[in-house]
């Protein structure tokens, strides 16, 4: 007996299932292939850089900083500060005022400016340091009373000059001479006795002193 099924002939209105096709076969990879073409090795430090691969070696940059160093110290030295004046500690007569166990001195001094500008004396003052190390400093009298001093110590007044004082301007290239009195609370023998006596005088406007000796 027949099948049914078998027998009937199909409907031509009603659409037959289609095969589906077959896919294509994998291709291999041809950059993970270890015979095709090998694997490039990638360092991440040489990507970015290091110091070996950067700088010059180190001998040039060694030269370099001694050349920088070298100007810089040049300039330093030829820009550096320098005293406006010069001069010198000419002649020294001192007096003893009594009871007060103190010395008055007069200093005569040659002031000299060296600078291309004039230098106005702001302030002078002695130091003196006697024989056992002891520093002692007086500012300058004040010029009007020179002659009081003179009249009071005789002694004070050999070889002396017209007072210097404050607010005396010397224009550049020109030469000063003159005498300030100060006054050292020690005797008269430890003055004469002194390791060192020494008269600074501040300009205005000068950031060093001018110091005589």
């Not at 005022?97 to 000299?112: D, E, F, H, S």
């Not at 210097?164 to 000063?176: D, F, H, R, Y």
Request: aromatic share 6%; with cysteine.
């Amino acid at each position: 007996m027949s099948d049914p099924a078998s027998d009937a002939t199909p409907d031509p209105a009603v659409p037959r299932p289609t095969q589906p096709e077959p896919l294509p076969a994998p291709v291999a990879n041809p950059v993970n292939s270890p015979v095709g073409n090998p694997a490039t090795e990638f360092r991440i430090g040489e990507e970015f850089g290091t110091a070996k691969r950067n700088l010059p070696p180190a001998g040039i940059v060694l030269i370099c900083i001694v050349a920088v160093a070298v100007v810089v110290g040049i300039f330093a030295f030829t820009e550096r500060a320098k005293p406006q004046g010069a001069g010198s500690i000419d002649f020294v007569t001192a007096a003893e005022v009594p009871g007060q166990n103190m010395v008055l001195a007069a200093i005569t001094m040659t002031l000299r400016n060296t600078a291309e500008k004039p230098l106005w004396i702001h302030t002078l003052k002695a130091q003196l340091t006697t024989g056992d190390g002891n520093s002692f400093e007086d500012g300058a009298a004040s010029a009007v009373d020179l002659d009081r001093y003179y009249q009071a110590f005789p002694a004070l007044k050999e070889g002396s000059e017209p007072a210097l004082s404050p607010e005396t301007k010397l224009l550049p290239g020109a030469v000063q001479r003159g005498t300030i009195i100060v006054g050292f609370k020690v005797t008269k023998e430890a003055f004469d006795q002194r390791k060192s006596l020494t008269v600074t005088i501040q300009p205005y406007d000068q950031p060093l002193p001018v110091i005589l000796k």
